[in-house]
């Protein structure tokens, strides 16, 4: 049964089809339709989380940007959530992404992602550096802004679910995912206490919609992605990038801790801005918004977007 807030946020999207198979992506444009890519936020989501996620910031945000560009990936939120015919590898999430920008002719815009979604941004942006970014994609990237993920995984402090699901045993925890555990875990990561139940619930609801608790094993292998091409692709391609970065952290975070958030401004991108959000955890769009907004727009603002 699906909530009464993610019906609302359902209304306001719409549901393209996506690759050969015909996958039904969930997408949403808030705002000017034809703002230019220098007015143009594009949202990338966490995991195990949705667009919904970014609900309480958007408001705060339009301050900044004219339109906004968000989606649930495949397996996560409204989108489809398929057993076959998919891989969830960050590759492939990654033509997942640019397939909804083309749909809604974008052009350019400045990316900001949470969680597994600064692993999509860092392919997107090893396609940048790499010449690979499609034709229509004409302004290009404005800027980035990471917020709270595992992007230096070997400081990552996965929480037991985790590495048990991304173990040969991850298939047995279908059987016992249920809320207690699922709540227990969103609170480990998050760090501090300001997350309600009522958004822990909603992220519950939306796993459940096309049963996506019972693949959360598969979602999860992203993480493998990571071992695989984060030393010899996405670091990389950050450390050589030229486009405006900014890290911008909540310092309390269980899981990417705010030590990778100084690693990477130390090692890898020295000349991004680094923003540490005080006192504030890993899921802090949820838990903290307009603090969030706060802290994020102030380098919009800063450099005169």
């Known amino acids: 049964m699906i909530s009464k807030a993610l019906k609302t946020w359902e209304a306001s999207g719409a549901y393209i089809p996506y690759g050969p198979f015909g ?6 444009q808030v705002g000017n339709p034809t703002a230019s890519a220098k ?43 398929p057993v076959q015919n998919y891989s969830y590898s960050l590759l492939e999430q990654a033509d997942t992404v640019f397939e909804v920008w083309k749909h809604f002719g974008i052009k350019g815009g400045h990316l900001l992602s949470h969680d597994m979604g600064d692993s999509v941004a860092t392919e997107i942006v090893a396609r940048h550096e790499n010449g690979l970014l499609p034709a229509w994609f004409s302004d290009g990237l404005q800027s980035l802004t990471f917020t709270n993920g ?3 995984l070997e400081l990552a402090s996965l929480r037991f679910t985790q590495k048990l699901l991304l173990s040969k045993y991850g298939h047995l925890l279908k059987n016992i995912n249920n809320f207690p555990l699922f709540k227990h875990q969103i609170r480990s990561a998050h760090g501090n206490k300001n997350l309600t139940e009522t958004a822990i619930k909603t992220l519950w609801e939306a796993n459940l919609l096309k049963d996506g608790h019972q693949i959360i ?22 450390k050589q990038t030229k486009l405006p970065t900014h890290i911008c952290w909540g310092e309390e975070d269980a899981v990417a801790k705010v030590e990778m958030a100084h690693y990477l401004k130390t090692n890898i991108c020295k000349n991004a801005t680094l923003t540490i959000m005080e006192g504030l955890g890993h899921f802090c769009q949820l838990g903290s918004p307009q603090k969030w907004v706060a802290y994020v727009s102030a380098f919009y603002k800063n450099n005169h977007y």
């Not at 094993?217 to 692709?233: S, V």
């Open 23 to 28: 996958h039904q992506l969930f997408v949403k």
């Open 150 to 152: 595992s992007m230096i």
């Open 217 to 238: 094993h598969l979602t999860i292998q992203y993480l493998n992605d990571r071992k695989q091409f984060e030393k010899t692709r996405w670091l990389p391609a950050l």
């Open 39 to 81: 007015k143009t936020l594009l949202l990338i989501h966490g995991f195990p989380e949705s667009s919904y996620s970014f609900h309480a910031v958007i408001n705060g945000m339009l301050e900044v940007f004219d339109r906004i560009i968000l989606l649930d990936m495949l397996g996560y939120g409204l989108s489809d959530k």
